[in-house]
């Protein structure tokens, strides 16, 4: 594992909570769902998760799922929280809405396959991976830039963080695991848009 720099950023990057759709398997997209019951849940216990780790800020999606999460984390942390649409998830076109086994038959399975794993796929009318890593990584470029915080939070969702993951991991990797409430932690250059992941076991 690299060596963190002297004095990193650290990316504390994590899906939202369970929504109804995500327990129903159906492609959220754009679609502003709501956190259920485990969602909820699933934030608090992210938050007491975080508490040792010293975080500074919370930047989240604006989508309502996301900013509950974040929400939840900076008010159990005593952090700020803001608000940033260009950590949406990816737009999903015509298959917005759609059961995964929905848009499989409609949209074939090479399609959907690839769209975990291209950067180049996307649903008709949706939005590429890679498209989605590079508003992504404009995101954390333009906080990093305009805030001092050192030790942030970021919530967002899972085609987001499996394409943030994909940019620091070596090339071939396969796609992350992107559950509710994941957490991956990470280095930051704004510099050159430079992540790094590490280990939390790593972090004092």
């Known amino acids: ?5 002297d004095d990193p950023r650290l990316i504390f990057l994590f899906r939202h909570g369970e929504t109804d759709w995500n327990r129903e398997g159906r492609l959220q997209g754009h679609t502003d769902v709501p956190l259920n019951a485990v969602g909820l849940a699933q934030a608090q216990a ?3 998760r975080l508490r040792s780790h010293r975080l500074e800020a919370v930047l989240s999606s604006d989508l309502s799922r996301a900013a509950a999460t974040g929400r939840t984390v900076a008010a159990a942390l005593g952090v700020p929280l803001y608000l940033e649409p260009l950590l949406r998830e990816t737009r999903v076109g015509a298959a917005e809405g759609l059961l995964w086994a929905e848009a499989k038959a409609r949209f074939g399975e090479a399609l959907t396959r690839r769209w975990f794993t291209d950067d180049d796929a996307a649903f008709p009318g949706g939005e590429t991976g ?10 954390l470029r333009r906080f990093a830039l305009a805030q001092p915080w050192r030790r942030i939070g ?3 969702h899972g085609a987001m963080i499996r394409q943030l993951m ?3 991991l070596p090339p071939g990797s396969p796609p992350v695991p992107t559950g509710n409430a994941v957490l991956y932690i990470l ?4 510099a050159d848009d430079r992540l790094v992941p590490i280990e939390e076991s790593q972090l004092v």
Do not use: I, N, W
Request: proline share 11%.
């Open 166 to 168: 994909k940019h620091a």
């Open 130 to 139: 890679g498209e989605t890593r590079a508003r992504g990584l404009a995101a």
């Open 154 to 156: 970021v919530s967002t």
């Open 187 to 190: 280095s930051y250059d704004p």
């Open 46 to 48: 992210l938050a007491c």
């Open 1 to 5: 594992m690299p060596q963190m720099p």
